[in-house]
């Protein structure tokens, strides 16, 4: 089962990822549309990547835009979360290890301990962004089972991950666990709402093409997000 | 079935429909028919598969519930934080559902999507700015209201003013002779004070072309003066066009992108056929909004800007006063606390903040003006923004809406609040009416009037 799953399951999970995340890139760039969006994409190619660039930058500093600012207990949540759950299966050291013993090259490995604190505060915002969806009627009123089910996708490597890094419960199995996770969690992002980790960034140039270009970004100091 | 003889899905082409709509008083027998409208499904379901791409479609399905968007939406805040006034809420259980559905909703649906979109949202577009993946639950309601009306359910007034459109390229019964008559006959009141007062209509080749919105010519003809007087003391060479010169959109607020085409187009022409240096619109905020930052996707142009630069009043007085063609008298200027309503069509939606208080810094006493709090691109909607202000089947909830306003004025202690924009002015004055907390509220033309330096050569000769 371990070599199936690091075999040809890694390869399988990693190429559909790859794959299924280029394919939702690519549809989402073809289908704008400067007439039904209403944005001039192509006529200001400037005043359009200021604006892009400034709407990704700014949200990717914590605090760095007012709703940040304005909410600051979602704000450390969101951003020790998505630190730890982009950080930890690029950069934690037995990764890399498989990375390259498998595929022949690896990343950078971080400190153990910095993982360690990386991992446990992916677990414990993700029980928080859990309660917050329990408890906030203003979140609670949106979120559905499909919610539920991301927040489980994300987090169950991260458990496993724990499991096996303190050695707790059987190794063996917790391990395979693990690894089977990490694959599952791979294959969904392309088909589900996880495939934010690319749109995100597409949505977001998109909106700041929007006001970089059409609405006030060429005027005046741009938008203070 | 046939289609109900007031409420249906046909636009109002003719001033005969528009006559006979227009006599339904308050829409009683348009809403009553409204109850048994069918929903075309297939023609909803063919629509939103022609228009509904991917950045919508984005929008819809990665919204990660995260309810952040609930705190910026001043609907959420004032209604006790209800969970369905927040915006992720409102935009899924409406378009998400009518896409989820393949648009096979009913008429029950498409009542409470109306109500929604029209009641629920102002489309002030604030939600877009604390969303962290950049959805704009504003420009979504922008599209969910073009289905709304598409299908027969949009509120009679929006209906109405649609059809105005269509039929006077104006959103009132002003037709082009109205128009040019009010204007001369204004300006001619005035010629005594301001030798040489004109207004000069169909110029070629002018600097400035003015344009208006319609309710200023029926309704408040001082303003067409007021900014005729400003015009000459500046020394501008402009002038108005005798058709086209109708800026503003109730098209844009019913969802009628036919009419909205329309409409911009008869601005556009207008300069093509005037050719002037630069478009001048009056203080409107969704007249902007529609002719200059929408306007130009309507009519097809690809460039997304209209054929001549065209600017705000705001812009045009700003510059007037900093290159000082217009001069203020400082001992008049203004000396009693003072704010400002930042108008979401082009403060936070055409990026004009610092231009507004650069005239503030002219016309003001320094120390007399206080912000509100939140301001600039993070304003809150004036409480009538998108139609709100027009709608009377939703006047208790606009009124409602208004408390947001009134208390960020409070806050200011101002007496005076400037509203260079129609829709806020509406606003701010029912919000007085309906509240009464004592403060007076004005465009920026009659305040510079008060204050400007009148030229010597331009002085009436005893």
């Not at chain 1, 990490?182 to 597409?202: D, R």
């Amino acid at each position: 089962m371990y070599d199936l799953l690091t075999g040809p399951g890694l390869w399988l999970s990693i190429g559909i990822f790859l794959v299924g995340l280029t394919v939702r890139g690519v549809l989402y760039v073809k289908g704008l549309n400067w007439q039904l969006d209403r944005v001039a994409y192509r006529a200001h190619p400037k005043a359009g990547i200021r604006g892009a660039f400034r709407s990704i930058f700014f949200w990717l500093i914590p605090f760095g835009t007012r709703s940040w600012q304005t909410q600051p207990f979602m704000t450390v949540l969101f951003f020790v979360f998505h630190i730890g759950v982009i950080c930890i299966p690029l950069f934690l050291y037995a990764h890399n290890l498989i990375l390259a013993e498998k595929l022949g090259f690896s990343f950078v490995s971080m400190n153990q301990t910095v993982a360690d604190v990386m991992s446990w505060g992916v677990i414990v915002s993700a029980v928080f962004l859990t309660l917050r969806r329990l408890v906030l009627p203003e979140v609670r009123i949106l979120s559905t089972a499909y919610d539920y089910l991301i927040l489980f996708l994300s987090a169950a490597p991260f458990v496993t991950g724990l499991l096996c890094r303190y050695e707790i419960g059987n190794y063996e199995f917790f391990i395979i666990l693990h690894i089977l996770f990490g694959e599952i969690l791979l294959i969904s992002i392309p088909f589900t709402k996880l495939s934010h980790i690319l749109l995100f960034f597409l949505s977001r140039g998109q909106l700041g093409m929007d006001f970089g270009i059409k609405r006030g970004g060429m005027k005046g100091k741009g938008l203070a997000w | 079935m046939p289609e109900p003889t007031l409420c249906n899905k046909k636009p109002i082409q003719t001033e005969d429909a528009l006559k006979t709509l227009l006599s339904d008083t308050g829409g009683k027998q348009y809403y009553q028919e409204m109850k048994s409208l069918t929903v075309d499904s297939r023609q909803l379901w063919e629509t939103i598969q022609k228009t509904c791409k991917s950045r919508l479609r984005t929008w819809l399905n990665i919204c990660a519930h995260c309810g952040m968007c609930a705190d910026s939406c001043f609907l959420y805040r004032i209604n006790n934080r209800d969970p369905k006034q927040v915006p992720a809420y409102k935009i899924q259980s409406t378009l998400g559902e009518i896409v989820r559905r393949k648009g096979k909703v009913d008429n029950a649906f498409m009542h409470m999507a109306m109500e929604t979109a029209w009641a629920k949202c102002t489309c002030c577009n604030r939600c877009g700015m604390y969303c962290p993946h950049g959805i704009d639950m504003g420009v979504m309601f922008g599209y969910l209201r073009g289905l709304l009306y598409q299908q027969g359910f949009v509120p009679w007034e929006l209906k109405i003013g649609a059809g105005m459109h269509r039929v006077y390229n104006a959103q009132m019964d002003v037709t082009d002779e109205d128009f040019t008559e009010t204007f001369i006959w204004m300006v001619e009141e005035y010629e005594d004070e301001y030798p040489g007062l004109t207004v000069p209509v169909d110029k070629v080749g002018a600097d400035i072309m003015y344009t208006v919105n319609a309710r200023e010519v029926k309704h408040y003809p001082e303003d067409l003066a007021e900014a005729a007087i400003l015009f000459h003391l500046a020394g501008e060479n402009w002038t108005v066009p005798s058709r086209g010169w109708e800026q503003t959109s109730l098209a844009m607020f019913a969802g009628d992108w036919g009419a909205c085409k329309i409409q911009v187009e008869s601005v556009y022409d207008a300069m093509e056929r005037l050719k002037p240096k630069r478009m001048v619109g009056t203080e409107c905020g969704h007249a902007h909004r529609a002719t200059v930052v929408e306007g130009p996707y309507w009519a097809g142009r690809k460039d997304g800007l209209p054929p001549a630069e065209s600017i705000h009043y705001v812009e045009w007085l700003a510059e007037a006063l900093r290159t000082g063609k217009l001069k203020i008298n400082p001992e008049k200027r203004i000396k009693e606390p003072v704010t400002l309503q930042d108008s979401c069509n082009y403060i936070r939606n055409h990026g004009m903040k610092e231009i507004t208080r650069e005239i503030v810094s002219y016309i003001v006493e320094p120390g007399y003006f206080i912000d509100m709090s939140p301001n600039r691109e993070h304003n809150y909607c004036c409480g009538g923004g998108g139609g709100f202000n027009g709608i009377g089947l939703y006047r208790e909830q606009r009124n409602k809406a208004l408390i947001t306003k009134r208390d960020q004025i409070i806050n200011t202690g101002a007496k005076l609040v400037i509203a260079p924009c129609h829709n806020c002015w509406d606003a701010i004055r029912d919000l007085e009416e309906e509240y009464r907390i004592g403060i007076r509220w004005s465009f920026l033309k009659p305040l510079i009037l008060k204050m400007v330096e009148i030229p010597e050569h331009l002085k009436p000769k005893e």
